[in-house]
């Protein structure tokens, strides 16, 4: 090296003050063992908490702002290691359901399974969750007392199973909009509608001149 063009800092007693607040210091040594030990509290208290507060809390804590994807792993992981993973969850269902008609006598569940197929190949052995329908007894019961009304609507799933939520509503004699019906279903397909309104009409809605809106 030569020493006419060049210059050396042999020690720096301040503080490390150049590095941009955009570039990840993510440390070789913050592993994914001690980000999960840091960050299991809060994703206990709030599962759906955002990645970059996640980050952010990290960082205080640590002083190094550890990259998106490796937060998003261990926050994934640690999600299912606390609630379970999405296929088991899924496959809990119908002890959900079991659960809720145990709990609840009156409540109306009804649900349809469709076989599993892995690509095109039929999966031996194997259902899944078509649809379900579930209505509490005390929406069921209030209902008689409810304006001859109901409007249904629906809304998409955005989690790893898509598919669509269809509510109905009625309204009491204050005007308050009160849930009286849910189903979850593949998609907003004829089927799918034809599968809601048949239940809701046979459980929930069964008395004559009730009004239907939809969009």
Not at 32 to 57: F, G, H, Q, Y
């Amino acid at each position: 090296m030569c020493k006419k063009y060049c210059w050396e800092i042999r020690r720096y007693n301040g503080s490390h003050t150049c590095t941009r607040a955009t570039i990840s210091q993510d440390h070789s040594k913050l592993g994914s063992n001690t980000i999960a030990e840091e960050i299991k509290p809060l994703v206990e208290v709030d599962p759906s908490i955002k990645v970059k507060s996640v980050i952010a809390e990290v960082q205080s804590k640590f002083n190094y702002t550890v990259s998106y994807r490796k937060t998003w792993l261990v926050k994934q992981e640690e999600v299912e290691s606390i609630f379970g993973g999405w296929e088991a969850s899924y496959e809990a269902l119908p002890i959900w359901f079991e659960a809720m008609c145990h709990k609840e006598p009156s409540t109306i569940v009804h649900f349809e399974i469709m076989p599993a197929y892995q690509g095109d190949d039929l999966v031996p052995n194997n259902c899944v969750l078509h649809r379900v329908f579930w209505s509490y007894y005390p929406c069921i019961r209030a209902f008689r007392h409810y304006k001859p009304i109901v409007q249904v609507d629906k809304t998409h799933l955005c989690g790893k199973y898509k598919g669509c939520l269809l509510v109905a509503v009625s309204q009491d004699g204050n005007n308050n909009m009160v849930l009286i019906a849910f189903a979850i279903v593949e998609g907003e397909t004829s089927e799918a509608w034809h599968f809601f309104l048949s239940n809701l009409r046979q459980h929930v809605v069964t008395r004559d001149g009730a009004g239907l809106i939809t969009d």
